[in-house]
Nanobody, 122 residues
Framework: QVQLVESGGGLVQVGGSLRLACAGS????????MAWFRQGPGKEREFVSA???????FDTDFVKGRFTLSRDKAKNTVYLQMNSLKPEDTAVYYC????????????????WGQGTQVTVSS
């Protein structure tokens, strides 16, 4: 059974940093597309960043230069380092593991974590 467990969310002031972690079990995450999505209050879930199964990194424009994706294959864990946080980054952040197509599309992912809340206060 595949499980994804996020951690690292919390309350931070504008300009602060957080590092989210997504620990996987039941599947080697690096063999599949692995992504972070987020859903802000009253908004639809949106793509943030991802590793494709072949190691390519995908980022959205609104996180480029601020968020960095990394992973520890030995720990089967993916990290999202978030710097220079803004109030509009407030959301529940989800990690997801999927197949090998549609890396930026939520429908392409079949396993999701429970989410971790990130709140950026101004």
């Amino acid at each position: 059974q595949v499980q994804l467990v996020e951690s690292g969310g919390g309350l931070v002031q504008v300009g602060g940093s957080l590092r989210l972690a997504c620990a996987g079990s039941g599947r080697t995450l690096s063999d599949y597309n692995m992504a972070w999505f987020r859903q802000g209050p009253g908004k639809e879930r949106e793509f943030v960043s991802a590793f494709s199964w072949d190691g390519i990194t995908f980022d959205t424009d609104f996180v480029k230069g601020r968020f960095t994706l990394s992973r520890d294959k030995a720990k089967n864990t993916v990290y999202l380092q978030m710097n220079s946080l803004k109030p509009e980054d407030t959301a529940v952040y989800y990690c997801a593991s999927g197949g090998r197509v549609g890396v930026t599309r939520a429908v392409s992912y079949d396993y999701w974590g429970q989410g971790t809340q990130v709140t950026v206060s101004s």
